[in-house]
Structures are given as C-alpha cells and as structure tokens.
C-alpha cells in the first residue's frame, strides 16, 4: 500500500459504565493509504460511526494503537489532539452541526479564527465559492436548505485544507436528488486536492464508489477489499 494516512493497530473500544458498558470496536487492525477513498459500512451497531471518530480523535480507544499521518494520537493531550485533528482532519456529520446563531461565512470561518488565522474570512469565503454558496455567505442556518446546510458544512471541514476528510453518513439527512450533489461534491474535493477520504454509510452503491470497502460487523472488521462500481 502507498504511505499510510492511518494506521489503527488491535484498537479496543468500550463506552458506556457499569452494566451498561458495551464492547464496541474488537481488535481493529486497518491501514488506509494517502489519497485513498474507503468506505466503511455494516449493519447499525455494528461500530462503523464509532471506529470514524476513534480515527479522527474524537473517541479514545480502551487499547491499541491509531497513527494519522505517522502520530500516535495516544502520546497527545486534549489540547494538543486537538490542535492536530483542527489542521490536519476535516469531519462532516450527518446533522451538520452549524452554530445556529452564525452566519454561513462565520461558521466556516470559525475554526480558523480558534486557530488565531488573520485570514480566516477570506479563506471561508474562498471556500464558501468553491462549494456553490458565495452567493448565501450572510445567512444563518435556519435560512438554507439542508443541502445547503451540508454544503456549510463541508466547506467548514475542508477550509484548514486538512489531508484527511471524514464524513458520517453525510447524507443521511438529504433527499436523493441533494445527497448525490453532496457525495459528487465530496468526491471532486478529494480529487482536486489529493485528500484522503473514509466514508461511513449505509449505501453500499455510494461505497463501491469509493476505492476500497470495509465492512464491518459486531465490532470486527469482516471483510476489505478492493470496490467495483456496478
């Protein structure tokens, strides 16, 4: 495989305490090449969204190991996790997460601001263009359509130009007609700028678009191979 943008090694996760605590991720061991699209899918539960955020720092697991980019994110603190995750990993969520109370041009610009960028507005309005919403900058949340809403989204993930992007079920909450904009979008991104892309989804004509895909099932990985398109 080509360099590798992640590397989990016999990663162990459980969440949860007491008696409600439920073994989630059993064993993992993945490598994910540098520009490589994979797609992650699996029945629900079967730890695909947890094993996402585990990669991008947002879950620590119980034991193991997880190198993003040649780190070893368990010899980082908070602070520093996420320093590193805010430069180097862009995550989009199924339910957009934007600051309701923010403009479009300010939630993109936001973790650039939280980084001390004095360019921060301009680069999130560059963005913004990029992603067909230069038109909509002055908006709030609630004034844009869903599709739209991901679109802020996505433009406020990618806008540190990180190498990785991750997506949970980006369309999850979108019409077919948005969610196909919203993937062919993703997909242009990665293209145009060389980014590594991990996908978690329920579609599997969505993953077999990616280069590779991961199936998951009760926590272990079942089966990885190389993707066809149909």
């Known amino acids: 495989m080509q360099d590798k943008a992640i590397a989990l090694h016999d990663v162990d996760l459980s969440l949860g305490r007491g008696a409600a605590r439920v073994h989630i991720l059993k064993k993992i061991s993945l490598d994910i090449g540098k520009g490589e699209a994979v797609g992650l899918v ?24 997880i190198l993003v980019e040649g780190t070893d994110l368990a010899a980082l603190d908070e602070d520093a996790l996420a320093r590193f995750r805010g430069r180097r990993i862009g995550i989009v969520f199924q339910s957009f997460h934007l600051v309701p109370t923010m403009t479009a041009l300010e939630n993109v610009a936001l973790p650039l601001e939280l980084a001390g960028d004095g360019d921060a507005f301009t680069r ?20 844009l359509s869903g599709g739209e809403q991901q679109r ?21 909450n979108l019409d077919e007609e948005t969610g196909k904009a919203i993937i062919d979008l993703l997909f242009a991104l990665k293209r145009d700028r060389g980014s ?18 991961v199936r998951l099932r009760s926590g272990h990985v079942e089966a990885d191979a190389a993707s066809t398109v149909a």
């Open 196 to 213: 590594t892309l991990v996908l978690v989804t329920h579609d599997l004509n969505l993953a077999r678009l990616c280069d590779r895909m």
């Open 124 to 143: 999130a309005e560059a963005e913004l263009q990029a992603v067909g919403l230069g038109h909509r900058l002055h908006h709030y949340p609630a004034q």
């Open 152 to 172: 802020v989204a996505i433009a406020r993930a990618i806008v540190p130009n990180p190498a990785i992007l991750v997506a949970d079920e980006p369309t999850g």
């Open 42 to 65: 699996g029945p629900s539960g079967s730890g695909k969204s947890t094993l996402l955020m585990t990669m991008a720092g947002l879950e620590r697991p119980d034991s193991g190991r």
